[in-house]
């Protein structure tokens, strides 16, 4: 077989390992943070919930940051500082958390400021990776390579997370500082080494290319010329709708695990890893029925996007229904791991969408299609996780308890992913798979 222009395997895998390093570092920030907050600091839900919703808001320059990086031709700046800038964040919003047991306004200050780090950190890192990808990848291996990078980057949280939970217990502020310190330092340096080189090894980008870009429409101008494709606007709007709803669950099975089944910081840490590896299996399930037999059902990209927000939604109203029947810690893990598998399928299915968008229309704009992207996610993932903790807050100042509080949110979440259901069926792209006789590359193919 003619090897395929571009970045090769090896390299794929070294841009997978710098989502790998991001991905151990955020979960951090979403679980144990989160976590210790609202359990160990007695804070209400909406705090944690505001923290995270800001790393996500300042991610609305994601168009800015891809932009940037089409404009100057090299991704790897973007990744390096980004990952640097992630990993001072973690570091701060860890101090931060530690200092608010004692001065909760200087506490939050901080945490305040390392939050805003983190989304800076992981929106220019994390898009600039993708963009990567997509303009230096053969389209005939663009999803493949979507997807083997976007499970690299579980790969991080779940091996991440409960790693972290182990050495967090006996919890301690300074304990918590000590793990969040050295995982940030070791992704930093991992990130750094994995993509050291990989853009002078793949065949340099046309240097006419180049000058296009810096000739070309101000950022304002290639924002406004991306949103004109009709495929870009639909499938940002079926982004924003399932990661809303996806956001909305990240902040509460945590909290809840502490508050309804009494588990340690330890635990429900590790409960994030356990979910995180059922995002992982549930990606690599697709993959494998996708190569395996493919064909226009198996194959087909809309299929398995319906297939995962329609699970994602039984599953947490699944998780709702473990604790409301009292049904005890296995069954609320077991919930947790049909979720995160769930979560992959879903997953898996937009990235491959997302990756064969990004190379398709208006040429030389793959960071600003993906910034585009990034930010609809980003908004909408902060805006799902403050309205979750909201709504949770103010269940239980109404006199609901703890329980019935997370499990009326858990349901409103079901709801949410079955309209995200709904409109996969519209704004779901065709391509790779559908109609088409030729054989099907792992489920990434196709994937968001």
Same mark, same amino acid.
């Given at each position: 077989?003619?090897?395929?222009?571009?970045?090769?395997?090896?390299?794929?895998?070294?841009?997978?390992?710098?989502?790998?390093?991001?991905?151990?570092?955020?979960?951090?920030?979403?679980?144990?943070?989160?976590?210790?907050?609202?359990?160990?600091?007695?804070?209400?839900?909406?705090?944690?919930?505001?923290?995270?919703?800001?790393?996500?808001?300042?991610?609305?320059?994601?168009?800015?940051?891809?932009?940037?990086?089409?404009?100057?031709?090299?991704?790897?700046?973007?990744?390096?500082?980004?990952?640097?800038?992630?990993?001072?964040?973690?570091?701060?919003?860890?101090?931060?958390?530690?200092?608010?047991?004692?001065?909760?306004?200087?506490?939050?200050?901080?945490?305040?400021?390392?939050?805003?780090?983190?989304?800076?950190?992981?929106?220019?890192?994390?898009?600039?990776?993708?963009?990567?990808?997509?303009?230096?990848?053969?389209?005939?291996?663009?999803?493949?390579?979507?997807?083997?990078?976007?499970?690299?980057?579980?790969?991080?949280?779940?091996?991440?997370?409960?790693?972290?939970?182990?050495?967090?217990?006996?919890?301690?502020?300074?304990?918590?500082?000590?793990?969040?310190?050295?995982?940030?330092?070791?992704?930093?340096?991992?990130?750094?080494?994995?993509?050291?080189?990989?853009?002078?090894?793949?065949?340099?980008?046309?240097?006419?290319?180049?000058?296009?870009?810096?000739?070309?429409?101000?950022?304002?101008?290639?924002?406004?010329?991306?949103?004109?494709?009709?495929?870009?606007?639909?499938?940002?709007?079926?982004?924003?709708?399932?990661?809303?709803?996806?956001?909305?669950?990240?902040?509460?099975?945590?909290?809840?695990?502490?508050?309804?089944?009494?588990?340690?910081?330890?635990?429900?840490?590790?409960?994030?890893?356990?979910?995180?590896?059922?995002?992982?299996? @549930?990606?690599? +399930? *697709? #993959?494998?029925?996708?190569?395996?037999?493919? &064909? =226009?059902? %198996? $194959?087909?990209?809309? /299929?398995?996007?319906?297939?995962?927000?329609?699970?994602?939604?039984?599953?947490?109203?699944?998780?709702?229904?473990?604790?409301?029947?009292?049904?005890?810690?296995?069954?609320?893990?077991?919930?947790?791991?049909?979720?995160?598998?769930?979560?992959?399928?879903?997953?898996?299915?937009?990235?491959?969408?997302?990756?064969?968008?990004?190379?398709?229309?208006?040429?030389?704009?793959?960071?600003?299609?993906?910034?585009?992207?990034?930010?609809?996610?980003?908004?909408?993932? @902060?805006?799902? +996780? *403050? #309205?979750?903790?909201?709504?949770?807050?103010? &269940? =239980?100042? %109404? $006199?609901?308890?703890? /329980?019935?509080?997370?499990?009326?949110?858990?349901?409103?979440?079901?709801?949410?992913?079955?309209?995200?259901?709904?409109?996969?069926?519209?704004?779901?792209?065709?391509?790779?798979?559908?109609?088409?006789?030729?054989?099907?590359?792992?489920?990434?193919?196709?994937?968001?």
């Amino acid at each position: 077989m003619r090897a395929e222009r571009g970045l090769g395997w090896l390299s794929i895998v070294r841009l997978g390992l710098a989502q790998t390093a991001l991905g151990a570092i955020v979960v951090l920030m979403t679980s144990t943070i989160n976590r210790v907050m609202v359990v160990e600091l007695a804070l209400p839900a909406v705090v944690p919930g505001l923290l995270v919703a800001s790393h996500y808001a300042v991610q609305i320059f994601r168009p800015a940051w891809g932009y940037g990086s089409d404009v100057g031709g090299r991704r790897t700046p973007w990744i390096v500082g980004g990952m640097a800038t992630l990993a001072i964040g973690a570091i701060g919003a860890a101090v931060g958390t530690a200092l608010a047991a004692n001065s909760l306004p200087l506490g939050l200050s901080v945490a305040a400021v390392a939050f805003l780090l983190v989304g800076i950190g992981a929106g220019a890192a994390g898009t600039s990776v993708l963009a990567l990808l997509a303009s230096r990848v053969a389209p005939g291996r663009r999803a493949a390579a979507a997807s083997v990078v976007w499970m690299m980057m579980i790969l991080g949280f779940a091996v991440s997370a409960p790693l972290a939970g182990h050495f967090l217990d006996p919890f301690s502020n300074a304990r918590l500082i000590e793990v969040t310190s050295t995982v940030a330092a070791v992704a930093f340096v991992m990130s750094a080494l994995a993509v050291w080189g990989v853009e002078d090894k793949a065949e340099a980008t046309n240097a006419a290319q180049g000058a296009a870009h810096r000739a070309s429409s101000s950022f304002a101008g290639a924002l406004a010329e991306v949103w004109r494709e009709p495929a870009a606007r639909r499938f940002t709007t079926f982004i924003f709708v399932s990661m809303l709803a996806y956001g909305a669950q990240e902040l509460l099975i945590e909290p809840f695990a502490g508050l309804v089944f009494g588990m340690t910081p330890g635990s429900t840490t590790k409960l994030a890893g356990l979910q995180h590896s059922g995002v992982l299996a @549930g990606m690599i +399930g *697709v #993959a494998i029925a996708a190569t395996a037999i493919g &064909g =226009r059902i %198996l $194959g087909s990209l809309r /299929l398995w996007t319906m297939a995962g927000c329609a699970a994602s939604a039984a599953s947490l109203a699944g998780i709702a229904a473990i604790g409301l029947f009292a049904l005890g810690p296995d069954a609320f893990r077991a919930g947790v791991f049909a979720l995160g598998l769930s979560n992959g399928v879903y997953a898996v299915a937009a990235i491959g969408s997302m990756m064969g968008l990004a190379g398709a229309g208006t040429a030389s704009r793959e960071g600003t299609r993906m910034g585009l992207w990034g930010a609809a996610q980003a908004i909408a993932y @902060g805006t799902g +996780g *403050v #309205a979750a903790t909201v709504l949770v807050d103010l &269940g =239980r100042g %109404l $006199g609901a308890t703890p /329980l019935l509080a997370y499990a009326l949110v858990f349901g409103l979440e079901a709801a949410l992913f079955l309209v995200a259901t709904a409109l996969a069926r519209s704004s779901a792209p065709r391509p790779v798979y559908e109609g088409s006789t030729a054989p099907v590359r792992p489920a990434l193919s196709a994937q968001s």
